[in-house]
């Protein structure tokens, strides 16, 4: 069964830092780019960033560069976003995507930052 299962989510304090995980299975991990979106309520899904099928590059956006690194292990079948320094705006369901041919989304996690 193709499929990608995030994880790691939940509620944290202004300044804090959550790490996300994606594990993937059904599929040859290793040949896909991998990216995290998010979306707020009432708002688009966005991209939140993104990293190539080796590792190799990656991208942010502005709004989390300095302050987000997302990464991947692909023994592991694993991409990981490790979010630092939260802003109440980050409140978010957080996505992860395979792409290649194709495109596969996993359920979401949900990242509430509050005090």
């Known amino acids: 069964q193709v499929q990608l299962v995030e994880s790691g989510g939940g509620l944290v304090q202004p300044g804090g830092s959550l790490r996300l995980s994606c594990a993937a299975s059904?599929?040859?991990?290793?040949?896909?780019?991998m990216s995290w979106y998010r979306q707020a309520p009432g708002k688009e899904r966005e991209l939140v960033a993104s990293?190539?099928?080796?590792?190799?590059?990656?991208n942010y956006a502005d709004s989390v560069k300095g302050r987000f690194t997302i990464s991947r292990d692909n023994a592991k079948n694993t991409v990981y976003l490790q979010m630092n320094s939260l802003l109440p705006e980050d409140t978010a369901v957080y996505y992860c995507?395979?792409?290649?041919?194709?495109?596969?989304w996993g359920q979401g996690t949900q990242v509430t930052v509050s005090s």
């Open positions: 990293i190539t099928s080796a590792g190799g590059i990656t």
């Open positions: 995507k395979a792409t290649r041919l194709g495109v596969i």
């Open positions: 059904g599929f040859t991990f290793s040949l896909y780019a």
